[in-house]
């Protein structure tokens, strides 16, 4: 059994920041990628950013420059800080994982319960 657990979002005002938190936990063997996407009201679900195990990243044009993804891979946590939030940003944000269990496999893609982060005035 493998969960994902958010934390971070919340109501922030135009201009401000906020850090999401992702921790994987459970019978994990190895992670590969991890990242974030995002849906918003009305709206397909969004790729936002994703790092690979040693580092390298991909964060989407929308949000290059104000929000940079992170990892720990001893902690089994991704991070996304969000500077310089937009209303367009409000949104829910998922995070997710490919990981291999201990009971072997292949690679599976799992994902957190999302949390809301909500840019407004």
């Known amino acids: 059994q493998v969960q994902l657990v958010e934390s971070g979002g919340g109501l922030v005002q135009p201009g401000g920041s906020l850090r999401l938190s992702c921790a994987a936990s459970g019978s994990i063997f190895s992670i590969n990628v991890m990242g974030w996407y995002r849906q918003a009201p009305g709206k397909q679900r969004e790729l936002v950013a994703q790092?690979?195990?040693?580092?390298?990243?991909n964060h989407a044009d929308s949000v290059k420059g104000r929000f940079t993804i992170s990892r720990d891979n001893a902690k089994n946590t991704v991070y996304l800080q969000m500077n310089s939030l937009k209303p367009e940003d409000t949104a829910v944000y998922y995070c997710?994982?490919?990981?291999?269990?201990?009971?072997?496999?292949?690679?599976?893609?799992?994902w957190g319960q999302g949390t809301q982060v909500t840019v407004s005035s």
């Open positions: 997710y994982a490919q990981i291999i269990t201990q009971s072997g496999g292949t690679w599976y893609n799992y």
């Open positions: 790092i690979a195990p040693r580092g390298t990243t």
